[in-house]
């Protein structure tokens, strides 16, 4: 079982490396990957210099937007785009299990949106250290407390678009139709706390704004990486109920 | 039972109202090319797919390679391979990751990977073009490849379906020498889903005749040809009038008499009719004979005339 995992992760390296669309050369998918991170990793670190290190910014980019932004085209391929190419029916007459192509597709797309993340960091703090606002200090790092939050948060949101990526796109008949719902969602998630937050009597936000000002950034940041964790995993499960090759298989 | 590479009986699949597969009764003995023919929507494809464990009989069983269907799905697909309607070949992938991948599948090492992607694509013509992105190529040498693939664990069974539809005729004649060619060095047990019913005659050691999901007939391609089409001959020539037409349709040892293309195509009453007493009428008739020649109906006449008397049946019914 493992070792197939391994080897849909495999394939799916492959692919990601090699990028969507029919035309293109090889490590056209990493090269775009590769940009996007970069675009993220200069303006804003080279302003901020050697501030971005005690920053809560790198958790937010690094641990949650850059895994989903990077993860959000490839895992709405992962079903949807197999079912457009008819490469899936072919997948699903071999060997494999379900639950070894499942995995491995979760688990390339987790170790991906996971090194997007690090990578972006670790591009984030070298510009940060060649930038002109500490040029007479030496180099800086993150503190272990941001690495380890950057890194947790990174797999686990890896791990939670994965999820619920897959989900969509077994259900998607297109990858284009898998793209949008994601989008969609991820707009849902973002702004509607603050919706919410704003029809809120006035005295309930400031009840809420205090509490937020008065909790130990370590315990939000574990309880949020639990409720990931929680989320992720309950979105995987209903993603295996939900692979079925017979049904798979007429769709 | 067991000494069948598939043996099914009554197998029966709905969708909804619709029965796309009516208690199919078959049995395909190991070791040969086993033709399923059928026009399109006849329900070959749902067969494959419950064959391979992928769908759910409604009613029925169907043993293949000694496991059933419903219960040992896993240990088919292990044991078998496929080339279904689509080539299913990653083209953003090389002809070689490809293979690669499904060689990883199953289980193959390393240097067994190697051995038998090299073995395989070089008996293809493919080999030097291994590195290629697949999604440039043309759709024969797509076929090809998945062939390839599907032959690549040595499995003891293959199912294709319609391995050359929508190819050019060299192209499906170049897949099919490659395909008789692998097929005969493997040993193994093909089960061919086609409409193309020269190439069932050309390759098929049986084939089984289905209609709306049910089984019309099974038998190798000359019992078939026995059994259902009568013997014909064809005379080339000149001074086919009507009246030489009547002439022919009038005796007794004429089933039928037509003019196609400028040739005599004419359907015998039996095997045991001789040809010189109609040759010499012919003559007598003042039909000038270029050429005569006995034959026997194609598996395309068989496969029309199945289909024919198939709905008469059902119109009577």
């Known amino acids: 079982m493992i070792a197939d995992i391994w080897t849909v992760m495999g394939k799916e390296w492959r692919e990601y490396v090699a990028g969507t669309g029919a035309g293109g050369g090889r490590g056209r998918g990493v090269i775009a990957a590769l940009l996007l991170i970069g675009i993220a990793s200069i303006l804003w670190p080279l302003q901020m210099g050697r501030d971005l290190f005690t920053s809560a910014a790198p958790i937010i980019v690094d641990g949650l937007l850059l895994p989903y932004i990077i993860l959000q085209t490839v895992i709405a391929d992962s079903f949807a785009g197999e079912r457009e190419r008819h490469t899936l029916e072919t997948l699903l007459a071999s060997r494999l299990s379900d639950q070894a192509i499942l995995f491995g597709k979760v688990g390339a797309a987790v170790a991906y949106g996971s090194a997007a993340g690090i990578i972006g960091a670790l591009a984030q703090a070298v510009v940060a250290n060649l930038s002109p606002k500490n040029a007479d200090s030496g180099l800086a790092f993150y503190p272990v407390g941001s690495v380890v939050a950057i890194v947790t948060l990174a797999l686990l949101m890896s791990l939670l678009t994965a999820s619920v990526g897959c989900l969509v796109s077994l259900r998607a008949a297109t990858t284009r139709q898998a793209q949008l719902s994601l989008t969609f969602g991820f707009f849902a998630l973002v702004f509607a706390p603050f919706i919410v937050f704003q029809v809120l009597p006035r005295q309930t936000q400031a009840t809420i704004l205090d509490a937020l000002n008065a909790a130990d950034p370590t315990r939000v940041l574990l309880i949020f990486a639990g409720a990931l964790l929680l989320v992720a995993v309950a979105l995987l499960l209903i993603a295996m109920a939900r692979f079925q090759r017979a049904r798979l298989i007429l769709s | ?317």
């Open chain 2, 1 to 317: 039972m067991t000494e069948a590479a598939i043996h099914t009986i009554n197998l029966t699949r709905d969708f909804g109202a619709v029965r796309a597969v009516d208690a199919l009764t078959l049995e395909v003995p190991p070791g040969i090319i086993f033709g399923f023919l059928g026009a399109n929507g006849a329900g070959k494809t749902t067969t494959i797919n419950l064959l391979l464990g992928l769908l759910e009989p409604s009613a029925g069983q169907a043993q293949v390679l000694g496991f059933d269907t419903r219960a040992q799905g896993g240990a088919i697909r292990e044991r078998a391979g496929a080339l279904l309607e689509f080539s299913g070949l990653y083209e953003r992938l090389t002809a070689e990751d490809n293979l690669d991948f499904y060689g990883r599948v199953w289980r193959l090492s390393a240097a067994e990977r190697q051995a038998r992607i090299r073995e395989l694509l070089t008996h293809v013509g493919l080999y030097d073009r291994r590195k290629e992105r697949v999604g440039a190529w043309s759709r024969g040498m797509k076929q090809k490849l998945a062939i390839a693939r599907v032959l690549l664990h040595r499995p003891a069974l293959i199912f294709l379906d319609e391995p050359t539809a929508g190819l050019d005729p060299v192209a499906a004649a170049a897949l099919r020498d490659d395909l008789e060619g692998l097929v005969a060095r493997e040993g193994v047990t093909v089960f061919l889903n086609t409409h193309n019913l020269p190439e069932a005659e050309r390759l098929c050691q049986q084939v089984g005749v289905i209609r709306s999901g049910k089984l019309l007939t099974v038998g190798s391609p000359d019992a078939l040809r026995q059994r259902t089409g009568q013997p014909q001959a064809e005379v080339f020539g000149e001074g086919f009038t009507p009246e030489v037409l009547a002439l022919l349709r009038a005796r007794r040892d004429i089933a039928s008499a037509k003019v196609e293309n400028g040739r005599l195509l004419l359907e015998l009453a039996d095997q045991q009719v001789k040809m010189a007493p109609i040759i010499t009428a012919l003559v007598e008739a003042g039909v000038q004979i270029e050429e005569a020649r006995r034959g026997q109906a194609s598996l395309e006449d068989v496969f029309l005339s199945l289909m024919e008397e198939d709905r008469a049946q059902e119109v009577v019914r």
